[in-house]
Protein backbone atom coordinates (compact mmCIF):
# COMPACT_ATOMS: atom_id res chain seq x y z
CA UNK A 1 0.00 0.00 0.00
CA UNK A 2 1.57 2.87 -1.08
CA UNK A 3 2.31 6.16 1.56
CA UNK A 4 -0.53 8.30 0.17
CA UNK A 5 -3.32 6.01 -0.38
CA UNK A 6 -2.48 5.07 3.99
CA UNK A 7 -2.23 8.71 4.39
CA UNK A 8 -6.06 8.99 3.38
CA UNK A 9 -7.76 5.74 4.73
CA UNK A 10 -5.87 7.28 8.09
CA UNK A 11 -7.42 10.99 7.01
CA UNK A 12 -10.82 9.51 6.98
CA UNK A 13 -11.05 6.73 9.95
CA UNK A 14 -10.62 3.93 7.36
CA UNK A 15 -7.85 2.40 9.26
CA UNK A 16 -6.96 2.05 12.62
CA UNK A 17 -3.09 1.24 13.81
CA UNK A 18 -3.72 0.25 16.51
CA UNK A 19 -6.14 -1.61 18.71
CA UNK A 20 -7.77 -0.15 21.90
CA UNK A 21 -9.91 -1.57 24.44
CA UNK A 22 -13.29 -0.33 24.53
CA UNK A 23 -13.56 3.62 25.82
CA UNK A 24 -15.64 3.22 28.63
CA UNK A 25 -13.60 0.07 29.75
CA UNK A 26 -10.21 2.04 29.98
CA UNK A 27 -12.09 4.53 31.61
CA UNK A 28 -13.19 2.22 34.48
CA UNK A 29 -9.75 0.96 34.82
CA UNK A 30 -8.45 4.14 36.10
CA UNK A 31 -11.23 7.33 36.40
CA UNK A 32 -8.48 9.96 36.57
CA UNK A 33 -8.17 9.53 32.60
CA UNK A 34 -11.29 10.99 32.88
CA UNK A 35 -9.34 14.55 33.52
CA UNK A 36 -8.38 14.79 29.41
CA UNK A 37 -5.37 17.10 29.49
CA UNK A 38 -5.51 16.89 32.84
CA UNK A 39 -4.27 13.21 33.42
CA UNK A 40 -1.11 13.38 35.30
CA UNK A 41 1.76 11.79 33.56
CA UNK A 42 1.41 8.05 34.25
CA UNK A 43 4.63 6.49 34.60
CA UNK A 44 5.40 3.95 31.92
CA UNK A 45 5.33 0.83 32.92
CA UNK A 46 6.31 -2.45 31.05
CA UNK A 47 7.26 -1.12 27.71
CA UNK A 48 9.65 -3.50 25.43
CA UNK A 49 11.52 -1.14 22.86
CA UNK A 50 11.74 -2.92 19.22
CA UNK A 51 15.82 -2.99 18.74
CA UNK A 52 17.35 -1.10 15.90
CA UNK A 53 18.78 -2.59 13.04
CA UNK A 54 21.77 -4.71 12.97
CA UNK A 55 24.52 -1.79 14.19
CA UNK A 56 22.54 1.30 14.38
CA UNK A 57 23.15 3.33 17.97
CA UNK A 58 21.35 6.04 19.26
CA UNK A 59 23.20 9.55 18.89
CA UNK A 60 21.17 12.44 18.88
CA UNK A 61 17.65 13.13 20.82
CA UNK A 62 15.05 15.83 19.70
CA UNK A 63 12.20 16.46 22.02
CA UNK A 64 9.13 18.63 22.73
CA UNK A 65 7.31 18.51 26.17
CA UNK A 66 4.66 20.15 27.45
CA UNK A 67 5.04 21.40 31.26
CA UNK A 68 4.26 18.88 34.21
CA UNK A 69 1.17 18.79 36.84
CA UNK A 70 0.11 21.92 37.62
CA UNK A 71 -2.79 23.78 39.44
CA UNK A 72 -5.62 24.97 37.58
CA UNK A 73 -4.44 27.51 34.93
CA UNK A 74 -7.23 29.89 35.48
CA UNK A 75 -8.56 31.09 38.86
CA UNK A 76 -12.59 30.48 37.54
CA UNK A 77 -11.09 26.61 37.92
CA UNK A 78 -11.73 27.30 41.34
CA UNK A 79 -14.03 30.55 42.03
CA UNK A 80 -16.78 29.45 39.73
CA UNK A 81 -17.83 26.52 41.58
CA UNK A 82 -16.57 27.75 45.18
CA UNK A 83 -19.06 30.82 44.55
CA UNK A 84 -22.05 29.04 43.25
CA UNK A 85 -22.05 26.74 46.32
CA UNK A 86 -21.03 29.56 49.03
CA UNK A 87 -24.38 31.54 47.89
CA UNK A 88 -26.47 28.71 48.08
CA UNK A 89 -24.67 27.83 51.84
CA UNK A 90 -26.19 31.17 52.96
CA UNK A 91 -28.79 30.47 51.59
CA UNK A 92 -29.61 27.37 53.19
CA UNK A 93 -30.20 25.51 50.33
CA UNK A 94 -26.91 22.67 50.69
CA UNK A 95 -27.51 19.47 51.74
CA UNK A 96 -24.46 17.73 53.78
CA UNK A 97 -23.31 16.39 50.88
CA UNK A 98 -23.09 19.85 49.47
CA UNK A 99 -22.03 21.55 52.26
CA UNK A 100 -18.61 18.62 52.36
CA UNK A 101 -18.29 19.29 48.41
CA UNK A 102 -18.01 23.55 49.49
CA UNK A 103 -15.35 22.86 52.24
CA UNK A 104 -13.68 20.43 49.90
CA UNK A 105 -13.55 23.13 46.95
CA UNK A 106 -12.82 25.92 49.69
CA UNK A 107 -10.02 23.86 50.66
CA UNK A 108 -8.78 23.06 46.81
CA UNK A 109 -8.81 26.96 46.47
CA UNK A 110 -6.91 27.88 49.56
CA UNK A 111 -3.73 25.10 48.03
CA UNK A 112 -3.65 27.23 44.99
CA UNK A 113 -3.63 30.75 46.48
CA UNK A 114 -1.34 32.44 44.48
CA UNK A 115 -0.34 29.52 42.51
CA UNK A 116 -2.71 29.49 39.95
CA UNK A 117 -1.22 27.54 37.03
CA UNK A 118 2.26 26.49 38.75
CA UNK A 119 3.90 23.28 38.77
CA UNK A 120 3.27 20.94 41.70
CA UNK A 121 5.94 18.84 42.62
CA UNK A 122 4.52 15.62 40.73
CA UNK A 123 5.28 18.10 37.66
CA UNK A 124 8.66 18.13 38.59
CA UNK A 125 8.99 14.67 39.38
CA UNK A 126 7.50 13.84 36.19
CA UNK A 127 9.96 15.51 34.50
CA UNK A 128 13.01 14.00 36.33
CA UNK A 129 11.45 11.07 35.76
CA UNK A 130 11.56 11.42 31.45
CA UNK A 131 15.26 12.97 32.07
CA UNK A 132 16.21 8.84 34.30
CA UNK A 133 14.49 7.29 31.64
CA UNK A 134 16.03 9.26 28.92
CA UNK A 135 19.54 8.36 29.86
CA UNK A 136 18.81 4.87 30.95
CA UNK A 137 17.27 4.25 27.50
CA UNK A 138 19.73 5.67 25.29
CA UNK A 139 22.94 5.58 27.10
CA UNK A 140 25.18 5.93 24.02
CA UNK A 141 23.98 9.56 23.24
CA UNK A 142 25.41 10.67 26.85
CA UNK A 143 28.44 8.91 26.94
CA UNK A 144 31.65 11.20 26.73
CA UNK A 145 30.92 14.50 25.72
CA UNK A 146 27.70 15.58 24.69
CA UNK A 147 25.75 19.01 24.40
CA UNK A 148 22.27 19.67 25.75
CA UNK A 149 20.10 22.73 24.56
CA UNK A 150 16.79 23.42 25.85
CA UNK A 151 14.38 25.73 25.17
CA UNK A 152 11.29 26.53 27.15
CA UNK A 153 8.34 29.29 26.65
CA UNK A 154 8.61 32.19 29.49
CA UNK A 155 5.44 30.96 31.00
CA UNK A 156 6.55 29.71 34.72
CA UNK A 157 5.32 26.08 34.91
CA UNK A 158 7.40 25.54 31.46
CA UNK A 159 10.37 27.30 32.88
CA UNK A 160 10.16 24.81 35.96
CA UNK A 161 9.86 22.35 33.61
CA UNK A 162 12.75 22.81 31.89
CA UNK A 163 14.69 23.37 34.88
CA UNK A 164 13.91 19.80 36.94
CA UNK A 165 14.85 17.82 33.82
CA UNK A 166 17.63 19.48 32.68
CA UNK A 167 19.31 19.21 36.38
CA UNK A 168 18.40 15.37 36.61
CA UNK A 169 20.37 15.06 33.46
CA UNK A 170 23.11 17.24 34.46
CA UNK A 171 23.15 15.23 37.80
CA UNK A 172 23.09 11.82 36.01
CA UNK A 173 25.92 13.52 33.42
CA UNK A 174 27.77 15.76 35.03
CA UNK A 175 30.22 16.08 32.13
CA UNK A 176 27.87 16.86 29.57
CA UNK A 177 27.62 20.84 28.72
CA UNK A 178 24.23 22.63 29.27
CA UNK A 179 22.55 25.73 27.68
CA UNK A 180 18.93 26.66 29.06
CA UNK A 181 16.90 29.65 27.92
CA UNK A 182 13.19 30.78 28.07
CA UNK A 183 12.73 33.61 26.05
CA UNK A 184 9.38 35.02 23.64
CA UNK A 185 11.90 35.02 20.79
CA UNK A 186 11.04 31.41 20.55
CA UNK A 187 7.55 31.95 20.80
CA UNK A 188 6.75 31.20 16.91
CA UNK A 189 7.57 27.45 16.70
CA UNK A 190 7.51 27.00 20.76
CA UNK A 191 3.70 28.11 21.29
CA UNK A 192 2.30 29.15 17.77
CA UNK A 193 -0.98 27.99 17.01
CA UNK A 194 -2.17 30.06 13.59
CA UNK A 195 -5.73 32.25 15.02
CA UNK A 196 -6.13 31.79 11.39
CA UNK A 197 -7.26 28.54 11.78
CA UNK A 198 -9.24 29.47 15.59
CA UNK A 199 -12.37 29.64 13.55
CA UNK A 200 -12.94 26.55 12.20
CA UNK A 201 -13.90 25.47 15.47
CA UNK A 202 -14.93 28.49 17.24
CA UNK A 203 -17.75 28.59 14.75
CA UNK A 204 -19.76 27.12 12.46
CA UNK A 205 -20.42 23.26 12.18
CA UNK A 206 -17.74 23.01 14.68
CA UNK A 207 -19.27 25.06 17.53
CA UNK A 208 -22.66 23.32 16.54
CA UNK A 209 -21.62 20.16 17.20
CA UNK A 210 -20.27 20.52 20.60
CA UNK A 211 -23.29 22.46 22.06
CA UNK A 212 -25.60 19.07 20.99
CA UNK A 213 -23.00 16.61 22.20
CA UNK A 214 -22.58 18.71 25.48
CA UNK A 215 -26.65 18.91 25.52
CA UNK A 216 -26.28 14.96 25.39
CA UNK A 217 -23.78 14.50 27.88
CA UNK A 218 -24.71 16.60 30.54
CA UNK A 219 -26.95 15.23 32.95
CA UNK A 220 -27.07 17.09 36.16
CA UNK A 221 -30.34 16.69 37.72
CA UNK A 222 -29.40 13.94 40.03
CA UNK A 223 -25.97 16.08 40.88
CA UNK A 224 -27.70 18.82 41.85
CA UNK A 225 -30.75 16.72 44.35
CA UNK A 226 -27.87 15.66 45.44
CA UNK A 227 -26.26 18.90 46.50
CA UNK A 228 -29.03 21.44 46.43
CA UNK A 229 -32.25 20.71 49.39
CA UNK A 230 -34.29 22.83 47.17
CA UNK A 231 -35.04 22.45 43.79
CA UNK A 232 -36.67 26.08 42.65
CA UNK A 233 -33.33 27.63 44.32
CA UNK A 234 -31.35 25.25 41.96
CA UNK A 235 -33.75 26.06 38.89
CA UNK A 236 -33.40 30.10 39.59
CA UNK A 237 -30.33 30.58 40.68
CA UNK A 238 -28.13 27.41 39.15
CA UNK A 239 -26.36 26.89 36.34
CA UNK A 240 -26.57 23.43 35.82
CA UNK A 241 -25.11 22.63 32.77
CA UNK A 242 -22.05 24.64 33.82
CA UNK A 243 -21.36 23.86 37.37
CA UNK A 244 -21.74 20.21 36.58
CA UNK A 245 -18.25 20.67 34.42
CA UNK A 246 -16.75 22.70 36.79
CA UNK A 247 -17.24 20.70 39.35
CA UNK A 248 -15.44 17.44 36.78
CA UNK A 249 -12.99 19.54 36.58
CA UNK A 250 -11.97 19.91 40.27
CA UNK A 251 -12.32 16.73 40.37
CA UNK A 252 -9.94 15.93 37.95
CA UNK A 253 -6.88 18.28 39.28
CA UNK A 254 -6.62 16.42 42.65
CA UNK A 255 -4.36 13.96 41.27
CA UNK A 256 -1.75 16.67 40.42
CA UNK A 257 -1.13 17.99 43.53
CA UNK A 258 1.37 16.89 46.39
CA UNK A 259 -1.04 14.87 48.43
CA UNK A 260 -0.70 12.26 51.24
CA UNK A 261 -2.55 9.24 50.16
CA UNK A 262 -4.83 9.78 52.63
CA UNK A 263 -5.71 13.84 51.65
CA UNK A 264 -6.05 12.47 48.12
CA UNK A 265 -8.82 10.12 49.22
CA UNK A 266 -10.60 12.54 51.45
CA UNK A 267 -10.19 15.26 48.66
CA UNK A 268 -11.87 12.71 45.79
CA UNK A 269 -14.31 14.57 44.10
CA UNK A 270 -14.96 11.91 41.64
CA UNK A 271 -17.19 10.04 44.24
CA UNK A 272 -20.16 12.31 43.86
CA UNK A 273 -20.52 11.37 40.35
CA UNK A 274 -21.80 8.19 38.96
CA UNK A 275 -20.01 5.98 36.58
CA UNK A 276 -22.10 7.17 33.80
CA UNK A 277 -21.43 10.52 34.30
CA UNK A 278 -18.30 10.15 34.32
CA UNK A 279 -18.14 8.58 31.14
CA UNK A 280 -20.31 11.25 29.60
CA UNK A 281 -18.42 14.17 31.17
CA UNK A 282 -14.89 12.89 29.50
CA UNK A 283 -16.98 12.22 26.41
CA UNK A 284 -17.76 15.59 26.11
CA UNK A 285 -14.37 17.00 27.42
CA UNK A 286 -12.41 14.63 24.71
CA UNK A 287 -14.23 15.91 21.94
CA UNK A 288 -14.23 19.21 22.55
CA UNK A 289 -10.25 18.66 22.55
CA UNK A 290 -10.70 16.58 19.53
CA UNK A 291 -12.48 19.57 17.77
CA UNK A 292 -10.09 22.21 18.79
CA UNK A 293 -6.38 20.28 17.88
CA UNK A 294 -7.57 16.85 15.61
CA UNK A 295 -8.37 16.04 12.10
CA UNK A 296 -12.56 16.52 11.44
CA UNK A 297 -14.72 16.77 8.75
CA UNK A 298 -16.13 19.47 10.91
CA UNK A 299 -12.82 21.31 10.45
CA UNK A 300 -12.05 20.48 6.95
CA UNK A 301 -9.26 18.36 8.32
CA UNK A 302 -6.93 21.49 8.23
CA UNK A 303 -6.42 22.26 12.41
CA UNK A 304 -3.59 20.54 12.87
CA UNK A 305 -1.94 22.13 10.22
CA UNK A 306 -1.49 25.26 13.05
CA UNK A 307 2.26 23.29 14.12
CA UNK A 308 4.04 23.71 10.95
CA UNK A 309 5.85 25.79 12.49
CA UNK A 310 7.08 23.43 15.46
CA UNK A 311 7.56 20.77 12.81
CA UNK A 312 9.77 22.56 10.49
CA UNK A 313 11.95 23.77 13.44
CA UNK A 314 12.11 19.97 14.54
CA UNK A 315 13.41 19.33 11.34
CA UNK A 316 15.59 22.46 10.08
CA UNK A 317 17.26 21.61 14.21
CA UNK A 318 17.78 17.89 13.47
CA UNK A 319 19.56 19.14 10.12
CA UNK A 320 22.11 21.03 12.01
CA UNK A 321 22.70 18.65 14.80
CA UNK A 322 23.16 15.73 12.11
CA UNK A 323 25.56 17.62 10.27
CA UNK A 324 27.37 18.20 13.23
CA UNK A 325 28.52 14.54 13.82
CA UNK A 326 28.47 15.49 17.38
CA UNK A 327 26.13 13.77 20.26
CA UNK A 328 23.56 16.20 21.15
CA UNK A 329 20.13 16.17 22.79
CA UNK A 330 18.08 19.44 21.64
CA UNK A 331 14.66 19.73 24.18
CA UNK A 332 11.83 22.22 24.06
CA UNK A 333 9.09 22.97 26.52
CA UNK A 334 5.81 24.36 26.04
CA UNK A 335 1.96 23.10 26.36
CA UNK A 336 -0.63 20.92 25.17
CA UNK A 337 -2.33 22.84 22.55
CA UNK A 338 1.42 22.28 20.42
CA UNK A 339 1.48 18.78 21.65
CA UNK A 340 -1.81 17.59 20.33
CA UNK A 341 -2.13 18.88 16.82
CA UNK A 342 1.81 17.75 15.86
CA UNK A 343 0.58 14.00 17.05
CA UNK A 344 -2.00 14.47 14.70
CA UNK A 345 -0.38 16.26 11.72
CA UNK A 346 2.41 13.58 11.67
CA UNK A 347 -0.23 10.79 11.52
CA UNK A 348 1.14 8.75 14.76
CA UNK A 349 -0.44 5.62 15.10
CA UNK A 350 -4.89 6.71 14.86
CA UNK A 351 -4.62 9.80 16.08
CA UNK A 352 -5.30 11.35 12.70
CA UNK A 353 -8.44 9.77 13.20
CA UNK A 354 -11.42 11.80 11.19
CA UNK A 355 -15.36 11.70 12.22
CA UNK A 356 -18.01 13.88 12.75
CA UNK A 357 -19.66 11.36 15.27
CA UNK A 358 -18.80 12.43 18.50
CA UNK A 359 -18.96 8.66 20.09
CA UNK A 360 -16.91 7.29 17.11
CA UNK A 361 -14.11 9.95 18.59
CA UNK A 362 -14.32 8.41 21.76
CA UNK A 363 -13.45 5.10 20.90
CA UNK A 364 -10.70 6.07 18.49
CA UNK A 365 -9.33 9.48 19.63
CA UNK A 366 -8.28 9.72 23.56
CA UNK A 367 -6.93 12.96 24.83
CA UNK A 368 -5.71 11.37 27.91
CA UNK A 369 -3.51 9.02 25.86
CA UNK A 370 -2.22 12.11 23.66
CA UNK A 371 -1.54 14.81 26.15
CA UNK A 372 -1.00 13.88 29.89
CA UNK A 373 0.59 16.21 32.28
CA UNK A 374 4.31 16.15 30.82
CA UNK A 375 3.26 14.28 27.78
CA UNK A 376 6.52 14.52 25.57
CA UNK A 377 7.11 14.22 21.56
CA UNK A 378 11.03 12.20 21.45
CA UNK A 379 12.61 11.70 18.58
CA UNK A 380 15.43 9.38 18.42
CA UNK A 381 18.40 9.32 15.72
CA UNK A 382 20.37 6.39 15.24
CA UNK A 383 23.75 6.05 13.04
CA UNK A 384 25.71 3.39 11.61
CA UNK A 385 28.87 3.81 10.17
CA UNK A 386 28.63 3.70 6.17
CA UNK A 387 24.96 3.64 6.63
CA UNK A 388 21.84 6.37 5.85
CA UNK A 389 20.57 7.99 9.95
CA UNK A 390 17.60 6.62 11.03
CA UNK A 391 14.86 7.72 13.48
CA UNK A 392 12.05 6.55 15.65
CA UNK A 393 8.90 8.35 17.24
CA UNK A 394 8.05 8.23 20.86
CA UNK A 395 4.61 9.57 22.44
CA UNK A 396 5.11 9.57 26.30
CA UNK A 397 7.76 7.22 25.58
CA UNK A 398 5.81 5.16 23.82
CA UNK A 399 7.25 3.70 20.19
CA UNK A 400 4.74 5.15 17.57
CA UNK A 401 4.26 4.19 13.65
CA UNK A 402 3.98 5.95 10.77
CA UNK A 403 2.26 5.74 7.51
CA UNK A 404 5.42 5.58 6.00
CA UNK A 405 7.35 2.47 4.66
CA UNK A 406 10.28 1.08 6.05
CA UNK A 407 11.42 -2.50 6.24
CA UNK A 408 12.55 -1.48 9.82
CA UNK A 409 9.25 0.40 11.32
CA UNK A 410 8.88 1.28 14.50
CA UNK A 411 12.47 2.76 12.59
CA UNK A 412 12.58 5.14 9.59
CA UNK A 413 15.31 6.07 7.52
CA UNK A 414 15.43 10.01 8.26
CA UNK A 415 15.81 10.79 4.53
CA UNK A 416 12.69 9.19 3.96
CA UNK A 417 11.46 10.49 7.44
CA UNK A 418 12.39 14.65 6.08
CA UNK A 419 10.45 13.86 3.00
CA UNK A 420 7.12 12.69 4.54
CA UNK A 421 7.63 15.68 6.35
CA UNK A 422 8.49 17.79 4.01
CA UNK A 423 4.82 17.09 1.76
CA UNK A 424 3.49 17.16 5.10
CA UNK A 425 5.03 21.34 5.43
CA UNK A 426 3.98 21.95 1.82
CA UNK A 427 0.21 20.80 2.65
CA UNK A 428 0.41 23.47 6.29
CA UNK A 429 1.74 26.50 3.82
CA UNK A 430 -1.60 25.83 1.11
CA UNK A 431 -3.65 25.66 4.32
CA UNK A 432 -2.46 28.64 6.39
CA UNK A 433 -2.16 30.93 3.26
CA UNK A 434 -5.44 30.18 2.16
CA UNK A 435 -6.80 32.11 5.92
CA UNK A 436 -4.31 34.54 6.28
CA UNK A 437 -4.78 35.78 2.79
CA UNK A 438 -8.81 36.25 3.99
Not at 127 to 134: E, P, S
Not at 150 to 176: F, G, Q, W, Y
Not at 189 to 208: F, I, K, T, V
Request: proline letters at 6%; aromatic letters at 10%.
Amino acid sequence: MNRILLLALLSTGCLAASAQKPARQEIMEDLNRTATNLYAYPTPQGITYTKPPRGYKPFHISAYARHGSRFHASADKYTYPLDALARADSAGRLTPLGREVLLTIDTLYRMAHKRIGDLTQVGADQHRGIARRMVRNYPEVFRGTVHVEARSTPILRCVMSMANECMELKRLHPDMTLQCNASHHDYDYLNNHDSCLAHLYAQGQAAHSFREYSRRTVHPDRLMAALFNDPQYVSEHVNQQELMPYLFSMAAIVQNLDLTPQEADRYNLYRIFTPDECFDLWKRWNYRWYLRHAFSPLTHNEVPYMEAHLLRNIILTADTCLASGRRNVTLRFGHDINVMPLACLLHLDDYAFSSDDPDAVAEHWRSYKITPKATNLQFVFYRRKGAPDMVKVLLNEEEMRMPLDSPHAPYYYWSDFRKYCEDILHKADEVLHKYQSR
